[in-house]
C-alpha cells in the first residue's frame, strides 16, 4: 500500500509538471485530495530518493528520474485502459477507475504480454499516447475542435478530459474516437459550433466540450 500511494505521488507530479515546471505543495495536495503535512512528509522521502527537488521556500520539482518512473506508472495505466477496453470490452467512460488498481502491479513482464496480446497499441481509449518500454512518450500535436474552421471536416483523435460525466455526455451524443465532423455553423456570440456527423445533423456543441476534444482536420 506504502509503494501504490507513492507511486500515485510520481504520478500527480507529473500531471502538474506538465502545466507547469514549478509544483506547489498546495497544489500537490488538492491533486492527490491529501493535506499539506501528508503531501510535505512525502515530498522529503521522495526527494532522498531523486525523485523531486525541493527546497525550502521553493517550489517543488520533478527530476528526469521522476519523469521515467512516472512514464513507466502512465505506461502500465494505459495498458491496462486499453486492455480493459479492447479485450474485455469495458466502456471507456468504465476503465480508469479499475486501471487505478492494475497500474501498481509490479512484474513488467505482465504488462509487456498484453501490450504483444493487443499488437502494441499507441494511444489508449482516450486517445492519449501510451509510453513505449523506455518511458518514452510520442505526443501528437493536435488541435481543439473549437478552432477548427467553418465548412471543415475533422476527425475525432484524441480526448482532453477523461471524466466519468464528459464520457458519458459524448456517448449520448455518439462522438467517440475517430467520429468525423463537419462544422456547418460557427456562432459569433460564444463560439459553439454546430456539427453534423454519421446520421447527425445540426447538433450543437458548446465552446466548453470543443475545448476538450482533439481533432486533427482532413
Not at 521553493?58 to 495498458?79: D, F, M, N, V, Y
Not at 456543441?205 to 475545448?211: A, M
Request: hydrophobic share 35%; glycine share 2%.
Amino acid at each position: 500500500m506504502a509503494s501504490d500511494i507513492k507511486e500515485n505521488y510520481i504520478k500527480a507530479l507529473f500531471y502538474l509538471h506538465q502545466k507547469n515546471e514549478d509544483i506547489s505543495l498546495s497544489d500537490l495536495g488538492e491533486e492527490l485530495k491529501v493535506s499539506k503535512p501528508s503531501a510535505s512528509d512525502m515530498i522529503h522521502k521522495l526527494q532522498k530518493e531523486e525523485i523531486v527537488i525541493s527546497r525550502k521556500y521553493k517550489p517543488i520539482r520533478i527530476t528526469e528520474k521522476g519523469k521515467q518512473q512516472a512514464a513507466l506508472i502512465i505506461r502500465k495505466h494505459r495498458l491496462s485502459e486499453i486492455f480493459l477496453a479492447q479485450i474485455m470490452k469495458f466502456g471507456w467512460e468504465e476503465v480508469h477507475e479499475i486501471a487505478e488498481e492494475l497500474e501498481h502491479i509490479k512484474m513488467d513482464k505482465f504488462f509487456d504480454r498484453m501490450d504483444e496480446l493487443m499488437g502494441f497499441p499507441t494511444t489508449d481509449p482516450h486517445g492519449s499516447p501510451i509510453p513505449d518500454k523506455n518511458g518514452n512518450f510520442n505526443k501528437p500535436n493536435y488541435n481543439q475542435l473549437s478552432q477548427a474552421t467553418l465548412k471543415s471536416t475533422v476527425i475525432v483523435k484524441a480526448l482532453r478530459d477523461s471524466s466519468v460525466e464528459f464520457l458519458l455526455f459524448l456517448n449520448n451524443k455518439e462522438i467517440q474516437l475517430n467520429t468525423k465532423i463537419t462544422i456547418t455553423h460557427v456562432e459569433s456570440f460564444d463560439k459553439s459550433l454546430t456539427v453534423s456527423y454519421d446520421n447527425y445533423t445540426d447538433v450543437v456543441l458548446s465552446k466548453t466540450i470543443c475545448d476538450r476534444i482533439l481533432i486533427e482536420e482532413i
